[in-house]
């Protein structure tokens, strides 16, 4: 059922079956023409549930825009079944391209390389990929996107939205931002139950330099109302952007930690030793999709101790191995 959370202002809730995220929250802003934002996985479940709040709500899609916080298939899914002729369907500029590029083959096969060089075996990715959401449960036929800036504004039902840039989650990341009624859209930037996944990309030199750096750009804002995509709210955003810092802190200290105590392993083997809250007796019992997540943070990880100089990478045999650099004294 969909609630109402301020005037014209409602929370969807789309469950993500199978999925340790377990929902997506999904926000419709209504007016003369409605904002949709976010959409769920293009799957039965998620359909079902936005087709049933939405005439619950009576909805006229074609006078519905849509918001895509990021690229994620669990944002975007369903954005090409939702979106009507005529109609709006926004992101940011830098994730739209990338959007777009992940329908082809091309990305998938550089991803499935990159990871192989990192420690996976080609039987395990295959496994991973077969079931892959990022893969499989992405969207389908958008024409066209609207790219937004940051610091580009939204007009909708009475409100003025600010588009705020926010990379680390992905590299274009966006949240919105209402200050009249100090409304933050927070995406998958700041969640409270949950940490957003930080993992590597190409297009970032340093994932997780980014992201804190985005973590530093909105902390201040006086939000008095917060709508993540995922779980429920548990305290202010500052309270909360503080604790998402301080987790990578003690996340960069286990994986330094754990490239001195096993120094020429792959990411892969590095992640193993490292120290995550999932109920699993071992790396060996972690299911193959959380090693896909849990890599990828390694990496994002690693690269940023890199940078500051504190690790260093090699390529042997087609692995990209790391050591730890010795403190200067």
């Known amino acids: ?19 340790p995220l377990k929902n997506l929250n999904s926000y419709l802003l209504t007016g003369e023409r409605n904002l949709l ?13 936005m087709e049933h709040q939405l005439r619950e709500l009576g909805v006229d899609l074609r006078r519905t825009d849509l918001f895509l916080t990021h690229l994620h298939t669990d944002h975007t899914g369903l954005a090409g079944e939702l979106h009507r002729p005529g109609c709006r369907v926004y992101i940011g500029a830098v994730d739209g391209p990338l959007m777009e590029k992940s329908w082809g083959q091309e990305r998938w096969d550089h991803l499935f390389d990159q990871y192989v060089r990192a420690g996976f075996t080609r039987a395990e990715l295959e496994e991973i990929w077969r079931d892959n959401p990022a893969k499989v449960l992405g ?39 209402e200050q009249e009624r100090k409304i933050l859209f927070c995406g998958d930037h700041v969640l ?89 007796r071992s790396w060996e019992d972690f299911p193959s999709n959380q090693k896909w ?5 390694g990496l994002a990880h690693l690269d940023h101790l890199e940078r500051l100089g504190q690790v260093e990478s090699r390529e042997i045999d087609g692995q990209v191995r790391w050591w730890p650099v010795p403190a200067e004294h």
């Open 1 to 19: 059922m969909a609630e109402q959370i301020a005037e014209g202002l409602y929370r969807l809730d789309i469950p993500l079956p199978g999925n």
């Open 37 to 49: 934002i976010d959409t769920g996985f293009r799957l039965d479940a998620c359909r079902e549930a």
């Open 139 to 177: 969207t389908k036929h958008l024409e066209e996107l609207t790219l937004l800036e940051d610091g580009g504004e939204l007009h909708y039902g009475g409100r003025r939205l600010q588009v705020l840039f926010t990379p680390g989650h992905t590299p274009g990341h966006v949240c919105l931002w």
């Open 192 to 280: 409270f139950h949950i940490t957003p996944n930080i993992t590597r990309w190409d297009s970032m030199d340093d994932a997780l330099g980014t992201y804190i750096a985005s973590l530093e750009k909105i902390r201040d804002l006086p939000a008095a109302l917060l709508c993540p995509s995922h779980r429920q709210v548990e305290g202010g955003l500052a309270e909360r952007c503080e604790a998402l810092r301080l987790h990578h802190m003690a996340r960069l200290k286990d994986a330094r930690e754990a490239v001195m105590r096993h120094p020429g392993e792959t990411a892969y083997a590095i992640t193993g030793f490292m120290r995550w809250e999932i109920r699993c």
């Open 293 to 297: 997540f849990a890599v990828g943070e």
